[in-house]
């Protein structure tokens, strides 16, 4: 299954609408298949909401996926502190139960004090309690997507996220190519750089692979990484990705995907352009 859709609610939704509970039929109406709800500031929707939004987006035959709260910090050295972010992730699982949501889009941390190589091992160790914490809770068919992040200061390499993914099945990738992109300072470019990411994962993580959750969107980056997300076709020369490369290698690996868009204001209609590039290719 490949899947297309925007994250949050963009300028367009806004003109026409202001509640959450009219973008399933929106979506439908604009031909996309997936909607990324945000509890970027904290898991706080009741659940009676959670429930009535669940069944509103099943209803339409939308994936709902989320954002996980973005105080979520593994590799902080305070281990009271990470216990404080298993839970997070834990509490926010539980939520998206109620919402028929799986994929949990989670951050892995930030460097603090320390080396990139020693906050690395925290995360690790900690997603291995993680793994536990999911097992006593019942979280079974559930997916936590940790994301490959664009800044220096953060953890979340494609490698080391492949890395976190490893250690258990209910661990996915979301790779957000615009990150990676300004990561490296603009080191995809071609097929052979999109390919890559895929081979890193197929390393670490067998077949696996080929079931991974995605962020597109360009990214603007200086010297340590990222700066901003942009609109797809805004004037911001030498800032990519393109799009056709990765649509490229998608096809040819036949990735199963859920695709959402991060760009600044116009998440819908470059969702629909994204779609309408890969369903035209070949
Ligand atoms: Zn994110």
Redesign the pocket.
């Given at each position: 299954m490949v899947k297309f859709g925007p994250s949050g609610q963009c300028d367009w939704f806004n003109e026409e609408h202001s509640h959450t509970e009219d973008m399933p039929a929106w979506l439908v109406e604009h031909g996309l298949d997936v909607y990324e709800y945000a509890f970027n500031k904290g898991i706080n929707i009741s659940d009676e909401k959670a429930a009535k939004l669940g069944g509103l987006f099943k209803e339409a035959n939308i994936e709902l996926t989320v954002?996980g709260p973005y105080y979520i910090n593994f590799a902080n050295p305070d281990d009271e502190m990470a216990d404080k972010s298993k839970m997070y992730v834990i509490n926010s699982l539980k939520k998206m139960k109620l919402m028929g949501a799986t994929k949990l889009?989670v951050?892995p941390g930030s460097l603090m004090k320390g080396s990139r190589e020693e906050a690395m091992a925290l995360v690790l160790r900690r997603l291995e309690e993680l793994s536990k914490l999911l097992d006593e809770n019942n979280l079974n068919d559930m997916y936590v997507c940790f994301?490959t992040m664009g800044k220096h200061g953060q953890v979340g390499t494609v490698e080391e996220v492949a890395k976190m993914c490893a250690i258990d099945k209910r661990y996915m990738p979301?790779l957000?190519f615009g990150h990676i992109n300004a990561f490296t300072l603009g080191g995809l470019k071609t097929k052979e750089d999109f390919r890559g990411v895929f081979e890193t994962l197929k390393k670490y993580m067998g077949d696996r692979y080929k079931n991974v959750h995605i962020?597109f969107s360009k990214v603007v980056y200086g010297p340590k990484g990222e700066l901003h997300h942009v609109n797809y076709n805004e004037d911001v020369d030498g800032y990519g990705p393109d799009f056709e490369p990765l649509a490229a290698v998608l096809k040819e690996e036949g990735i199963n995907f859920t695709l959402v868009t991060?760009s600044r204001g116009a998440q819908t209609k470059d969702a629909m352009l994204l779609k309408k590039i890969f369903t035209e290719m070949n």
């Open positions: 954002h889009v951050h994301e979301t957000d962020h991060e």
